[in-house]
């Protein structure tokens, strides 16, 4: 029963918030491959532990003729991509082209733990960290807002399904035992909402309730509130390149520039949020949206990813359908900001252990990679190059117990004449091409 409570877990941290619930998705999904492995983790210590293997995963590494020093490719890739547009590649359009690739030493395969077997702490442990987080995040708590998704033996199958009012349920909050899979928090009156699966150590979607209080107009309550249930008229969108960062708007809770909203939410944020070891664990933020609400108020809202050493996590969205959750592993969120330090809500933010790395000997270049997918995609058309990046991307395994993840180029492509983007993947060691297209 526990692995049909870890894939239903898994399903509902795809979808957002409760099991069976939702998300918009309007996607249409073309084609598809990728890889997977397991762990233990301690919630009361770090977000992850890292344990180096020296052992590939995989029954043999495939490396590409023209693997370099990583950080000599990920140093050089600006000049990689000055030559990619004065290259010949007939039909790719790099004009317009955002690349995104930090320096780095070194790259590895890396395997997530997705499993609840992970889990070390107990039920009586998560439940005094839950306690803990509404508390710094809301001010209060009461058990009687919270709800509670259980494995215990007592419950049938059936019951999985359903939340538990936690505060009948008392006993199963001072147990030793590891039934618990999710716990949330849904204080309508006071527009306090909290979802969080006990093996990312951080809560999954975060909902303040700051919003409610700034005029604007808010099509659903409390529960798992999204972004997009606020109305509001969008001003304008940056790439958060750097170019934004001075830009500055009037927020609820005071006029912040781009630049100081952007980097409280990738350096301090987490640090403020969990007081553990994040181990190489981050957010990024990829896009900026800034959102008119009542009177002369803005809000922020960020398109970010999670990023293991520097390095983004594939983004959800372009891959995910969310009547599938047997493939690929993807993980990205959104953040609403209304002031300098003032996060009002966040979802998605998956945090899960790195269990096993395996260092690689070297990548290719972003020069070598732009040939591979003009080699492979269609000479008869030309395809508007929208977004380079190096990026971890794979699969989660046949039991969605783990997931195997590999660094790879990821090319957003648009084609102008049918209106159909493509997610295009290079694997950065053994140069293996694939894509799936989609349409928005």
Not at 288 to 297: P, R, T, W
Not at 343 to 363: A, F, R, Y
Not at 367 to 376: F, G, H
Not at 403 to 409: C, G, N
């Amino acid at each position: 029963m526990k692995k049909i409570i870890a894939i239903l877990i898994f399903s509902a941290m795809l979808t957002g918030c409760t099991v069976g619930s939702n998300e918009n998705n309007s996607l249409e999904i073309s084609s598809s491959t990728f890889e997977e492995e397991s762990s233990p983790y301690d919630t009361s210590s770090s977000i992850v532990e890292s344990v180096s293997s020296s052992e590939s995963e995989l029954e043999e590494i495939k490396y590409h003729e023209k693997i370099r020093d990583v950080k000599k490719v990920t140093d050089s890739v600006q000049e990689d991509f000055e030559k990619c547009k004065t290259a010949d590649f007939k039909n790719l359009n790099l004009s317009n082209t955002f690349v995104s690739c930090e320096s780095r030493e070194d790259i590895s395969f890396i395997t997530i733990s997705l499993s609840n077997s992970a889990f070390t702490a107990t039920d009586k442990e998560n439940y005094a960290t839950f306690k803990k987080y509404c508390e710094k995040i809301f001010g209060e708590f009461d058990v009687e807002h919270m709800l509670i998704w259980s494995g215990a033996d007592e419950f049938s199958d059936e019951k999985i399904f359903f939340p538990l009012n936690a505060s009948e349920y008392k006993e199963h909050l001072e147990r030793d035992n590891h039934d618990i899979y999710i716990t949330e928090y849904s204080d309508k009156e006071n527009n306090a909402y909290l979802w969080w699966y006990p093996a990312t150590a951080v809560p999954h979607w975060i909902v303040k309730g700051d919003i409610y209080d700034t005029g604007a107009t808010v099509s659903s309550d409390a529960h798992c509130l999204s972004p997009s249930s606020i109305e509001s008229e969008l001003v304008e969108s940056y790439v958060n390149d750097g170019s934004c960062n001075d830009v500055s708007y009037s927020l609820p809770f005071g006029d912040v520039t781009i630049g100081e909203a952007v980097d409280y939410f990738e350096n301090h944020y987490l640090s403020d949020l969990y007081e553990g070891k994040l181990n190489n664990l981050s957010l990024k933020v990829n896009e900026v949206k800034v959102h008119k609400i009542s009177g002369e108020h803005f809000y922020y809202l960020f398109d970010y990813s999670v990023c293991y050493n520097g390095i983004p996590y594939d983004g959800n969205g372009e891959i995910v359908t969310y009547a599938d959750i047997s493939s690929k592993y993807t993980l990205s969120g959104e953040a609403v900001m209304l002031g300098a330090d003032n996060v009002d809500i966040v979802t998605n933010m998956i945090l899960l252990p790195v269990t096993k790395t395996n260092q690689v000997e070297g990548i290719i270049s972003l020069y070598d990679a732009v040939q591979i997918a003009s080699e492979k995609l269609s000479d008869k058309v030309v395809f508007d190059v929208n977004k380079a990046e190096l990026i971890y991307a794979g699969d989660r395994n046949t039991e969605l117990l783990t997931a195997s993840l590999s660094p790879k180029w990821k090319f957003t492509l648009l084609n102008p004449n049918d209106g159909k983007f493509y997610a295009t993947y290079v694997d950065a060691v053994s140069g293996e091409f694939e894509y799936f297209s989609y349409t928005k």
